[in-house]
């Protein structure tokens, strides 16, 4: 896959990085890098036009960003983990329903099974539960490694990264799954279309729109499937969903967690598939 890297001739540095990434995670992009004289939005939307590519990253105030062509502009977006420091600070099942409904505590194994831009993984995480993210496309796994090595220098977010890890995977890969020890709680935010949510969605939804594909209803069965066999007894699956969106393989949960917004579906491990 071809990826274009726009940035200055002094971002080349984190480009070396990202080529690094790349090769040592065995990810199988093909990056290029092209300097710019500015990092305007007209200028870097000539050079995807030119290049007729989709799946391009621009290098914006040192931090690596996706980039999709919107008419006359561009939407960028980066991970941001810096974002969210006083949100993990301030944590707790009464400000985050995704707590409410996973109800993570300190030692417990946890599976992110589709990590997206890791940001549910770090609330989990901040629980102090140890999570795994999985994420199947090389893009997002890219810049998910990037990010995890370039916060992990932070003094104040070393503690909560080293209960994190990522691996590159399709979790409906039987093969790749298997190498993975099994645990006590899988979430699973898989894609939805953009319809599915009650207002439009966010630009880093939007990104994400444009690199994955809404699961077939034989996926959504497979996700479960695989959640159920990688999970210790007594373990449970969190789904998350948008709040007017059935229900994952039209399985019915045990419980649900939700505001106007989204829903957190839940299922015991003991009550399905049977």
């Known amino acids: 896959m071809q ?3 726009f940035g200055r001739e002094s971002d080349e540095a984190i480009f070396d990085e990202l080529m690094f990434i790349n090769e040592q995670k065995h990810l ?3 990056l290029s890098f092209l300097p710019l004289p500015k990092l305007s939005d007209k200028v870097i939307l000539a050079g995807m ?16 960003a ?3 062509a919107d008419g006359s502009g561009i939407v960028k977006s980066h991970l941001n983990w810096s974002s969210l420091t006083r949100r993990i600070v301030s944590a707790g099942r009464k400000s985050e329903l995704i707590l409410q ?25 901040s629980s102090g539960a140890t999570v795994t993210l999985i994420e199947k496309n090389p893009i997002m796994a890219l810049l998910l490694f990037y990010e995890h090595g370039m916060m992990s220098k932070n003094a104040n977010w070393q ?17 790749f799954l298997a190498l993975l020890p099994s645990v006590d709680l899988i979430y699973l935010d898989p894609m939805f279309p953009s319809e599915s949510y009650s207002s439009k969605v966010n630009k880093n939804m939007q990104l994400l729109h444009e690199l994955a594909q809404k699961p077939s209803l034989d996926d959504e069965r497979n996700f479960l499937t695989m959640a159920k066999n990688k999970l210790n007894q007594g373990a449970k699956l969190v789904v998350k969903r948008p709040s007017m969106a059935p229900y994952l393989a039209n399985h019915s949960p045990n419980q649900s967690v939700s505001n106007d ?14």
Do not use: Q
Not at 159 to 174: E, M, Q, W
């Open 66 to 68: 996706l980039l999709k």
């Open 159 to 175: 503690k909560l990264l080293a209960r994190t890890s990522i691996r590159h995977g399709d979790f409906l890969n039987p093969s």
């Open 261 to 274: 917004a989204i829903r957190f579906d839940k299922y015991e491990l003991n009550d399905w598939l049977d």
């Open 49 to 64: 036009k030119e290049r007729a590519n989709h799946n391009a990253i621009a290098i914006v105030k040192n931090m690596p």
């Open 28 to 30: 199988g992009l093909s």
């Open 101 to 125: 409904a996973c109800k993570p505590n300190a030692g417990m194994a946890v599976l992110d099974g589709t990590a997206g831009f890791g940001h549910d993984a770090l609330i989990l995480a």
């Open 3 to 5: 990826i274009w890297v």
